[in-house]
């Protein structure tokens, strides 16, 4: 079983494109989505902070994106990342 199955597709598009990142990224900058920063601690990594935000970790690419940190979930302790709020405003970027 694919970690992903259970997942919600955005848009209708794969995980992880480049169209997606690009189309969350620029959205962030022009803050067109609510969205919080903080640094990570020690031990942290971006899929239980998207479990704790989302509500499932397999969320945790958009959290990556909108960091501008690449596609990897582990991160380095004191890497700033910025947090969507809502999952239904990124789902409104891409569809």
């Not at 169209?19 to 990570?40: F, M, N």
């Not at 998207?50 to 302790?77: E, M």
Request: charged fraction near 20%; include cysteine; proline fraction near 2%.
């Amino acid at each position: 079983m694919n970690r992903y199955t259970r997942t919600r597709l955005i848009g209708g598009k794969y995980f992880g494109t480049c169209d997606i990142e690009y189309r969350i990224r620029q959205a962030v900058g022009r803050r067109r989505v609510k969205t919080t920063s903080r640094a990570l601690v020690q031990g942290e990594r971006l899929d239980t902070i998207a479990a704790q935000h989302y509500g499932s970790g397999t969320y945790w690419w958009i959290i990556a994106a909108a960091s501008g940190i690449g596609w990897q979930a582990q991160v380095p302790a004191g890497t700033w990342i910025t947090i969507p709020m809502s999952l239904d405003e990124i789902m409104g970027l891409i569809i």
